[in-house]
T-cell receptor
Framework: NAGVTQTPKFQVLKTGQSMTLQCAQDMNHNSMYWYRQDPGMGLRLIYYSASEGTTDKGEVPNGYNVSRLNKREFSLRLESAAPSQTSVYFC??????????????FGQGTRLTVV | QKEVEQNSGPLSVPEGAIASLNCTYS??????FFWYRQYSGKSPELIMF????GDKEDGRFTAQLNKASQYVSLLIRDSQPSDSATYLC?????????????FGGGTRVLVKP
């Protein structure tokens, strides 16, 4: 019963380095999301994918790229990490159809520090 | 104006009392509304969802939705120390906005024994 699997759990990067956060879901959901969470800011949407082959920008997309590799996998890439990208990153996958999402299942989060 | 707004708290309630949390949203076309609980260092987990105006009860939790006033609330009855967490309000916006699931900043609740 994996649900949403997100890797890695922790990562420290130097400014300017790149990395990819991986996310996979085994629930056959169409939608997948990437959020970042900063203290007092709640969850802010970076990118989302409503279905395989489509991606759209969320609230804070600058500095990130995404790939919806297939229905299961949705990756988030930081091309040139900056200290402002220090945050906790969550991948999520809502159940339900395009008009009415129901429960969103979350990965365990990635705590990223950029020094 | 933020799309989904919550009072950050902390909301301090004595054990056994009712905790009342509020959330307002800006997009009148929003269709579905969710309350998530998040313990420190953990992922959010769904407590309640509501689609229609009125009240929805599930155990000690009641969600209330008023689309005309654009607010959704969560009541926690008989609050327990284990209810101490951050509660996130989330709104599924309409199709024109891409059905994005948008979260508020969260309200931190502290239940004191």
């Amino acid at each position: 019963n994996a649900g949403v699997t997100q890797t890695p759990k922790f990562q420290v990067l130097k400014t300017g380095q790149s990395m990819t956060l991986q996310c996979a879901q085994d629930m056959n959901h169409n939608s997948m999301y990437w959020y970042r969470q900063d203290p007092g800011m709640g969850l802010r949407l970076i990118y989302y994918s409503a279905s395989e082959g489509t991606t759209d920008k969320g609230e804070v997309p600058n500095g990130y790229n995404v790939s919806r590799l297939n229905k299961r996998e949705f990756s988030l890439r930081l091309e040139s990490a900056a200290p402002s990208q220090t945050s906790v990153y969550f991948c999520a996958s809502p159940a339900g159809g395009i008009l009415k999402n129901t429960e969103a299942f979350f990965g365990q989060g990635t705590r990223l520090t950029v020094v | 104006q933020k799309e989904v707004e919550q009072n950050s708290g902390p909301l301090s309630v004595p054990e056994g009392a009712i905790a009342s949390l509020n959330c307002t949203y800006s997009d009148r076309g929003s269709q579905s509304f969710f309350w998530y609980r998040q313990y420190s260092g953990k992922s959010p987990e769904l407590i309640m969802f509501i689609y229609s105006n009125g009240d929805k009860e599930d155990g000690r939790f009641t969600a209330q939705l008023n689309k005309a006033s654009q607010y959704v609330s969560l009541l926690i009855r008989d609050s327990q120390p284990s209810d101490s967490a951050t509660y996130l309000c989330a709104v599924n916006r309409n199709k024109a906005a891409g059905n994005k699931l948008t979260f508020g900043g969260g309200t931190r609740v502290l239940v004191k024994p």
